[in-house]
């Protein structure tokens, strides 16, 4: 009974949202062999099923991020979530006995609404600062995930006086690149970092070819270390706004020693910029 009540108070919460405009739900999809994980940005206070061939589990006595998700064979549902600070989350569920995506990183966009009732004219600068954190969150998890994945794009790598600066992977979600970089260091002196920028290069036709330079600043930059130690590594992420090249431009990952001259130049052609993980 006091399940119910809750799945009723929120749902009339959300209602006044509901009835200015439609929202459209998205399908998840789950099965009996594999746990699908939904990542929320704020810790999951309460997740329920419309239907007892779905499960969705989480983390009852300490609030976390995630919950799993599993399906027997049977009709189509609904998943509602209520976050820690109200935010209101729901998809239709269905089974799939082949399931292509196993990881939903879930934004607070998804929300469907609150089931407090949020003040206008109060909330627009926390609300601004609010979407920042949860962005910056997102980056975080997504990037620690991407770190801990042994994918790779290709060989890309070069080498100058025992420094090693490889791109393991590209990535592309939603509408960012992803750069997985790793720097080795197999000297015997510490490498200090000035700078590691990435910019786009175009070669000018014509009897006078030239190159022209444009930088691209990263959105946030993960575990970006200040030194690498002789005989170690650092592994870290790059998260730049999508963009494409053609074949007439490429990208360039230029590592700069601080106090130094141990400096690469690292060539990205335009087919793994254009054709990401």
């Given at each position: 009974m006091k399940t119910f009540i809750l799945i009723l108070t929120v749902l009339i919460s959300a209602s006044a949202k509901a009835q200015q405009q439609p929202i459209p739900l998205d399908t998840i999809y789950a099965n009996d062999t594999k746990n699908v994980a939904l990542f929320f940005p704020e810790p999951i206070r309460q997740g329920i099923t419309g239907s007892d061939n779905f499960v969705f589990t989480y983390n009852r006595e300490k609030e976390q991020y995630f919950g799993l998700l599993q399906a027997t064979p049977g009709k189509e549902s609904n998943l509602l979530v209520v976050n820690r600070n109200g935010s209101i989350f729901s998809y239709i569920v269905r089974y799939k006995k082949q399931l292509s995506k196993l990881n939903y990183f879930i934004p607070l966009s998804n929300s469907i609404g609150n089931e407090k009732p949020i003040v206008k004219d109060s909330v627009l600068v926390e609300s601004s600062e609010e979407l920042v954190d949860n962005s910056t969150y997102y980056y975080?998890?997504?990037?620690?995930?991407?770190?801990?994945?042994?994918?790779r794009i290709g060989r890309i790598k070069k080498r100058s006086e025992g420094i090693i600066l490889t791109v393991e992977n590209i990535v592309f979600d939603?509408?960012?690149?992803?750069?997985?970089?790793?720097?080795?260091?197999?000297?015997?002196?510490?490498?200090?970092?000035?700078?590691?920028?990435?910019s786009i290069e175009t070669r000018q036709k014509g009897k006078r070819k030239s190159l022209q330079r444009l930088y691209q600043?990263?959105?946030?930059?993960?575990?970006?270390?200040?030194?690498?130690?002789?005989?170690?590594?650092a592994r870290f992420v790059y998260v730049l706004p999508k963009f494409s090249l053609s074949d007439d431009r490429r990208a360039i990952l230029e590592l700069n020693e601080k106090?130094?001259?141990?400096?690469?130049?690292?060539?990205?052609?335009?087919?793994?910029?254009?054709?990401?993980?």
């Amino acid at each position: 009974m006091k399940t119910f009540i809750l799945i009723l108070t929120v749902l009339i919460s959300a209602s006044a949202k509901a009835q200015q405009q439609p929202i459209p739900l998205d399908t998840i999809y789950a099965n009996d062999t594999k746990n699908v994980a939904l990542f929320f940005p704020e810790p999951i206070r309460q997740g329920i099923t419309g239907s007892d061939n779905f499960v969705f589990t989480y983390n009852r006595e300490k609030e976390q991020y995630f919950g799993l998700l599993q399906a027997t064979p049977g009709k189509e549902s609904n998943l509602l979530v209520v976050n820690r600070n109200g935010s209101i989350f729901s998809y239709i569920v269905r089974y799939k006995k082949q399931l292509s995506k196993l990881n939903y990183f879930i934004p607070l966009s998804n929300s469907i609404g609150n089931e407090k009732p949020i003040v206008k004219d109060s909330v627009l600068v926390e609300s601004s600062e609010e979407l920042v954190d949860n962005s910056t969150y997102y980056y975080q998890k997504f990037c620690s995930y991407l770190l801990n994945r042994k994918q790779r794009i290709g060989r890309i790598k070069k080498r100058s006086e025992g420094i090693i600066l490889t791109v393991e992977n590209i990535v592309f979600d939603k509408d960012e690149l992803y750069f997985v970089i790793e720097i080795e260091n197999n000297s015997s002196l510490d490498y200090d970092l000035n700078f590691l920028n990435l910019s786009i290069e175009t070669r000018q036709k014509g009897k006078r070819k030239s190159l022209q330079r444009l930088y691209q600043e990263p959105i946030y930059k993960h575990n970006l270390p200040s030194k690498i130690k002789e005989n170690e590594m650092a592994r870290f992420v790059y998260v730049l706004p999508k963009f494409s090249l053609s074949d007439d431009r490429r990208a360039i990952l230029e590592l700069n020693e601080k106090d130094g001259e141990r400096n690469i130049e690292l060539k990205l052609s335009h087919r793994y910029i254009n054709n990401p993980n």
